[in-house]
């Protein structure tokens, strides 16, 4: 067998899969967006901190630096919250079942079940309750002005961004590759319509039209993807439009006419395929612009609202202690926005080097 015989019958999709691979910045990114995604998908499953939002307050513990040690004294709650299924913990989380309080120092005795203890004030108190018991648990990247895991709310901020560029992107080419695809077909007073109003929306500048649309809409978790994606559907368009005015006088779809199919299978069948590289590339960059607006959006309050952990909601909580010992509350959060854009933008690049067929 000669060495071109085992590719044969692969198709074009499979090389241009190998050449992305080949791209070392492209594929770093994919794994990178990879693992985001799984963070993303397990949500509570990976967090110190399982409760919604990871938002378990605790102000003693405020600003705690990197790798502080502390212990905790748990005492179980009266009313233990209802426990839901395992889907129901990968969404929400779960309320705690205990009342946590730190503790400097403490001293337990088995045979009574005494734990003596100090607080953090400096007041020695103690508790004779079977069930409760002293842990010991480490802030991977310290606590913020509520006392709340930095580590927990950091990777809880990856579904958020994530889930803001899934639906923002999916909305924005349901609407462009409809239009784009009406206006390039069919061309004439339809063309003319849908490019007009392509038109206008281009001439708003993005960000004030998303901040227009989240005024409309409200503020909060599903409105801001859907302001988001609203806006973005003019570049989906104005590139599906292009390719199939070029697309529609090949000799293809002369073919397909000739055959006697109808619109909506030459078009859904035929074209989009052929020009589904080039959708593929600037659905990539969408999603860098999606994260982003998502982050700024958040960031003025015209966003994700807290506790939700969204990295813009993160920035405008700590933006204050850049200028403190502090200033890695707020630049994490901004170095996990910066590092998933630019995956999404290597990636777009990757996928346009690897689809060229001029590369092939």
């Known amino acids: 067998m000669k060495a071109s015989d085992s590719t044969y019958g692969k198709s074009p999709s499979w090389y241009a899969f190998q050449r992305l691979i080949k ?61 839901g299924n395992f889907f129901s913990f990968l969404i929400s989380g779960q309320k705690s079942e205990y009342d946590e309080i730190p503790v400097q120092a403490y001293s337990a005795k088995e045979e009574d079940g005494i734990i003596h203890y100090i607080l953090y004030d400096g007041k020695e108190e103690s ?36 889930a803001v560029g899934i639906i923002s992107v999916l909305i924005s080419l349901i609407i462009g590759i409809s239009l784009g695809a009406i206006a390039g077909f069919f061309k004439g007073w339809a063309d003319d319509i849908i490019l007009w109003l392509i038109n206008v929306v281009w001439a708003i500048p993005t960000f004030l039209l998303v901040m227009a649309m989240s005024l409309v809409l409200g503020r909060g978790f599903w409105q801001v993807f859907v302001a988001v994606g609203l806006t973005m559907w003019v570049d989906v368009a104005r590139l599906v439009r292009g390719q199939i005015l070029s697309a529609r006088e090949l000799d293809y779809v002369t073919a397909a006419k000739a055959l006697g199919f109808g619109t ?60 403190m010992n502090s200033a890695y509350l707020a630049i994490l959060p901004g170095l996990a926005i910066m590092f998933l854009v630019l995956s999404f933008n290597l990636l777009g690049n990757g996928l346009r080097d690897a689809l060229d067929v001029k590369m092939r």
């Not at 004294?73 to 233990?80: C, H, M, R, V």
């Not at 004779?128 to 950091?154: C, E, Q, V, W």
């Not at 939700?308 to 993160?314: I, K, L």
């Open 23 to 83: 791209n070392r910045n492209a594929f770093i990114s994919l794994v990178f967006i990879g693992i985001c995604i799984v963070i993303a998908l397990g949500g509570y499953l990976f967090l110190p901190d399982s409760t919604p939002d990871a938002n378990k307050l605790n102000l003693e513990l405020e600003l705690l630096p990197p790798l502080s040690k502390i212990n905790l004294l748990q005492i179980p709650k009266q009313e233990k919250p209802v426990s």
């Open 127 to 162: 508790i004779s309750n079977p069930n409760a018991k002293i842990i010991h648990r480490t802030y991977l990247l310290g606590t913020d002005r509520y006392g709340r895991d930095m580590f927990s709310r950091l990777l809880l901020g990856t579904r958020i961004s994530i």
């Open 264 to 323: 909506n299978r030459i078009v859904i069948r035929h074209i989009l395929p052929n020009i589904f590289g080039p959708v593929l590339v600037i659905a990539a960059a969408n999603f860098a612009s999606a994260i982003l607006l998502e982050a700024g959006l958040s960031f003025l309050g015209l966003g994700v609202q807290p506790p939700a952990p969204s990295w813009g909601v993160m920035i405008n909580d700590n933006y204050g202690y850049i200028v």
